[in-house]
T-cell receptor, first 114, second 112 residues
């Protein structure tokens, strides 16, 4: 089935140790999003790609970066994770980011920072 | 910027009807979406309103009044599996694609 896949589902890292989360999609959608969701809070958009066009949210910390080497894959890099970065990270896609179309979410990667 | 308000918790019994309200303040509004998220799971799309009025999808309906900056999600014939968090989200354009700003979510508990 076409879907959005995130690996790993759970990631443990040490304070300050770089970590990369990955997302892949078989939907062939143009837009890929990364959200951060802390416990009992709303998903918060970090950035999105429209094809290769990168769009960073104004309040996304510099510690967070992203790469999209091709249509199917997108990576979230956290250069120096702090304790406050522990959260669920959700990847989502949409076909063209227009109109009423739906965003499709992956299952998320839960990041724990020790 | 965008801001949304929705109740933090709602409790109802199986078979009942529940309405979850959402008010918003935003610029560049395109529509209001509703997503469901079970504990530990991913948000899944439920409904979208781009125009005023009611949209019905099975047991779920969603309503929008753009003039009032208000919408609601109506869940009928509640089932235990409907226990989840429900997020309203406004659509606005940022950069080259539509983005969603989510409300803080409403935790729905369905009791037997």
């Amino acid at each position: 089935d076409a879907m959005v896949i995130q690996n790993p589902r759970y990631q443990v890292t040490q304070f300050g140790k770089p970590v990369t989360l990955s997302c892949s999609q078989t939907l062939n959608h143009n837009v890929m999003y990364w959200y951060q969701q802390k416990s009992s809070q709303a998903p918060k958009l970090l950035f999105h790609y429209y094809d290769k066009d990168f769009n960073n949210e104004a309040d996304t910390p510099d510690n967070f970066q992203s790469r999209r080497p091709n249509t199917s894959f997108c990576f979230l890099d956290i250069r120096s994770p702090g304790l406050g970065d522990a959260a669920m990270y959700l990847c989502a896609t949409s076909r063209d980011g227009q109109g009423r179309e739906t965003q499709y979410f992956g299952p998320g990667t839960r990041l724990l920072v020790l | 910027g965008q801001s949304l308000e929705q109740p933090s918790e709602v409790t109802a019994v199986e078979g009942a009807i529940v309405q979850i309200n959402c008010t918003y303040q935003t610029s560049g509004f395109y529509g209001l979406s509703w997503y469901q998220q079970h504990d530990g799971g991913a948000p899944t799309f439920l409904s979208y309103n781009g125009l005023d009025g009611l949209e019905e999808t099975g047991r779920f309906s969603s309503f929008l009044s753009r003039s009032d900056s208000y919408g609601y999600l109506l869940l009928q014939e509640l089932q235990m599996k409907d226990s989840a968090s429900y997020f309203c989200a406004v659509s606005a354009f940022s950069g080259s694609a539509r983005q969603l700003t989510f409300g803080s979510g409403t935790q729905l508990t369905v009791l037997p």
